[in-house]
């Protein structure tokens, strides 16, 4: 079963709208269409992900401070779990602390506003993005680019949401750098 704890400790998010909603939408379907449903379900284990709502600074911070990189990013994601942690997920009775992601507003904000669409939508890809990090999957090459980037527009689409990637330069297609 899976347990998202989501806060608002920085960045002009709205405090009205109900990201906690938002993300947990986005990290079932992140999880059940990258083959992983059996998470989901309510005899399962507790899945834990921890999503902070931040702004740029303490983005920025975290992106020096665990990747050596002294800029904001758009989301940042810290997984739990090694491949071996990976493999045992979903077995019977066993919580699992997943992992944990920060999203920098004012990055997001700008990054929606280039790509002409909602915020929501860009936090949407982005969890998603984000939670198939924690599941193990990356981009450092080509290929798994092109298979993380496909996996992430098949479960966009599920949910409504268009190709981010389609007619993007090939400096804007990046959504993180992990």
Known sequence: MLDVDCDIVGGDWDAGFDWEALAARALAAAIDGAGHAAL?????????????????????????????????????????????????LGQPGTDTLLGDMALAFATIEREAAQKDISIEAHVVHLLVHGTLHLLGHDHMDDPAADAMEALETRILSGLGISNPYRDLPPDMRAVDEQ
Do not use: C, H, K, Y
């Not at 931040?54 to 940042?76: A, Y």
């Open 40 to 88: 989901l379900a309510p005899d399962s284990g507790l899945v834990e992900v921890s999503v902070r709502l931040t702004d740029d600074g303490e983005v920025q911070t975290l992106n020096r401070d665990w990747r050596g990189r002294d800029r904001p990013t758009n989301i940042l994601s810290f997984p739990m779990l090694d491949a071996a942690g990976l493999s045992l």
